[in-house]
């Protein structure tokens, strides 16, 4: 297939709207999360995804899990990026250990990349740099315990200069921290790390998608989908009444 055909058949693939929350059957524009989409995109029975214990056993479930908890996560505008997953997460599904490394990365990932512009913004430019070279989970979680009283802190002194914008920042960061420590055990709690600094620090969404991304690309990556019966399942499933 020529680049140009790749692009004609991709384009109504993002075009696919992609919605918060659970589906019982794809309208006219779509109208799924990431994971159920995919489901159509591969031609397996459809089902509405409440949670990651939905997927079809073949998908990944840390991948699944943090894809969807950016679904539910990012504004409109920025969930529709996902489309470009759609065809990579049926089959990814490997060996648990693959699994626990795909856990880990999400979470060290997040740490590294998303928690320091949140941090920087807060003021902690120190606690920033440590997460940002965390090397492993341990050095990692102990920079997170850090941020979560730092960021208590801050917080309740912010309270009481009503200082409300620097109050809001720490308190993120507070969260936001508590989230990143349980994400080594919770894909999806990674997820919530986003959720937790983008209305703080540009470019957090775009830094997701590009972990995703490359946390696709390890362990067992799912086979090729033909573009073109990819596309035709999408445009059926937008026709039914």
């Not at 941090?119 to 492993?136: I, K, Q, V, W, Y």
């Amino acid at each position: 297939m020529s680049e140009r055909h790749v692009l004609d058949a991709f384009a109504p693939i993002l075009n696919w709207r992609l919605l918060k929350g659970s589906h019982a059957f794809p309208g006219p524009d779509g109208g799924t999360c990431i994971n159920e989409a995919a489901m159509v995109a591969a031609g397996l029975p459809y089902r509405a995804i409440t949670a990651t214990e939905d997927c079809p056993p073949c998908f990944s479930r840390p991948l699944a899990a943090y894809a969807l908890g950016l679904n539910d996560a990012m504004p409109e505008a920025e969930r529709q990026g996902l489309m470009a997953f759609v065809l990579r997460l049926s089959g990814s599904a490997d060996a648990p250990a693959i699994e626990a490394v795909r856990t880990g990365f999400l979470a060290l990932e997040s740490v590294r990349r998303i928690l320091p512009p949140l941090l920087d913004a807060a003021g902690l430019p120190a606690l920033a740099a440590r997460c940002e070279t965390a090397s492993d989970s341990r050095s990692a979680v102990e920079a997170l315990r850090t941020a979560e009283v730092q960021g208590g802190a801050l917080s309740h002194a912010a309270a009481g200069r009503h200082a409300w914008i620097a109050g809001a920042r720490a308190s993120a960061v507070a969260r936001t921290a508590t989230a990143a420590i349980r994400a080594f055990a919770d894909p999806r709690s990674a997820a919530e790390v986003a959720e937790g600094a983008a209305p703080f620090a540009e470019g957090i969404w775009r830094t997701a998608l590009t972990i995703l991304d490359e946390a696709l690309r390890i362990g067992r990556q799912a086979p090729a989908i033909d573009l073109v019966s990819a596309r035709d399942r999408l445009e059926a499933a937008r026709a039914q009444p």
